[in-house]
C-alpha cells in the first residue's frame, strides 16, 4: 500500500498454557482462542487480524510446544512448529520466572535455526514482584540471540502496546493481506464447537479435557423478527466413565457446560442462541487419522 503501511505475519510460540491464546485475544480485542488453566487448550493453528493506522499484522497462533504422546499431540507439536518457516517474526511467549525447563531448552533449539528475528514475550509479569523481572530477563537473555526481551501481562494489557509497536518496527512496508472487516480465518462453526470446549474444559476434572473433541452438528438460523440461531453440537469423549461425569448427576454439569457457552456464541455471533448437547463416547478418537480430520485437525501444508 505504501505511505509506510506496514504488514506482515507473526507466529506466537512457546510451552502449554503460557498465554499465546489469551494474548492474542488481548491484541485482537476479540475472543478468537480459547484459553483455559488446562494445558493444551489449543489445537489447531489459528489466524487472526490486526489492523490499525500502522498497518497489518496477521497472528498464527499455534498450539504448545510439547512432547507428543499421540496422533493429535502429533498433530499439534507439527503445526507448531511447521509455522517458524512461514513468516516474518516469532514471539517466543514464556512465564516470568529464572528456571529454564527442558521445553523451553527445546524451543530455544528450533529457534535457533530459524531466519526470522525472535522477540521474546516474557508473560504474566503480573503474578510477580516488578524487582524480580530484571533476574529473570537475565536468566534468559544468554539462551539464544533475542531480537527484543518485552516483558507484558496478557490478562491486564500491561507491556501489550509497547509490544505492538515493537513488532510493527520489525516488520517492512507490505500489502494490506485482508480487508479491515477481517479478523480471523476460522469458520463460524470452528469457533462455535471452540467455545464450547472451552466450558467443558473450565468446568471438568483433569484427566478429561485432553480426551474430549466438539462436533458441530447443525447450525441454522431460524426466521423471524429476531435473529436466533439454532446449534446442534455433540462433546466426544474416549470413556463410558467420562461420559457420565461430563452429564453429571440429572444432566447438571452438561447444563452447566451448555449454559456458560451459550454466553460466550451469543457474543460471538451477535444474537440470540438455542444451544443443545448431546455427549458421545468414541474410543481412542485421539489415535485415528479419520476422526481427527472429521473434528478439523486438518495437517499443516
Not at 127 to 135: I, Q, S, Y
Not at 143 to 163: Q, W
Amino acid at each position: 500500500m505504501g505511505d509506510g503501511f506496514k504488514s506482515g505475519f507473526v507466529t506466537l510460540v512457546g510451552r502449554p498454557n503460557v498465554g499465546k491464546s489469551t494474548l492474542m485475544n488481548r491484541i485482537i480485542g476479540q475472543k478468537i482462542a480459547i484459553t483455559s488453566n488446562k494445558p493444551q487448550t489449543t489445537r489447531n493453528r489459528i489466524q487472526t487480524v490486526y489492523h490499525d493506522a500502522r498497518g497489518q499484522i496477521v497472528f498464527l497462533d499455534t498450539p504448545g510446544i510439547h512432547k507428543a504422546k499421540n496422533k493429535l499431540g502429533e498433530f499439534m507439536v507439527n503445526a507448531a512448529e511447521s509455522t517458524f518457516k512461514e513468516v516474518d517474526l516469532v514471539l517466543w511467549l514464556v512465564e516470568a520466572t529464572s528456571y529454564i525447563g527442558k521445553g523451553e531448552q527445546h524451543i530455544a533449539r528450533t529457534l535457533m535455526n530459524s531466519k526470522v528475528p525472535v522477540i521474546l514475550v516474557m508473560n504474566k509479569i503480573d503474578t510477580v514482584k516488578k524487582a524480580e523481572l530484571l533476574t529473570f530477563i537475565d536468566a534468559y537473555k544468554d539462551l539464544m540471540n533475542f531480537a527484543e526481551i518485552i516483558p507484558v501481562s496478557a490478562r491486564n494489557g500491561e507491556g501489550v502496546d509497547e509490544l505492538v509497536q515493537t513488532m510493527f518496527e520489525y516488520l517492512e512496508e507490505g500489502p494490506q493481506y485482508y480487508d479491515e472487516d477481517t479478523i480471523t480465518d476460522q469458520p463460524e462453526r470452528q469457533i462455535v464447537a471452540e467455545l464450547i470446549r472451552e466450558k467443558a474444559l473450565r468446568r471438568l476434572s483433569e484427566e478429561i479435557p485432553h480426551g474430549i473433541a466438539v462436533s458441530i452438528e447443525q447450525m441454522k438460523e431460524r426466521p423471524g423478527k429476531q435473529p436466533l440461531m439454532d446449534i446442534e453440537a455433540t462433546i466426544v469423549c474416549e470413556k463410558d466413565s467420562h461420559k457420565g461425569i461430563i452429564i453429571g448427576k440429572q444432566g447438571a454439569m452438561l447444563k452447566k457446560i451448555g449454559t456458560d457457552a451459550r454466553k460466550d456464541i451469543e457474543d460471538f455471533l451477535q444474537m440470540r442462541v438455542n444451544l443443545k448437547l448431546w455427549v458421545k463416547v468414541k474410543k481412542d478418537w485421539r489415535d485415528s487419522d479419520f476422526l481427527l480430520k472429521n473434528f478439523g485437525f486438518k495437517e499443516s501444508q
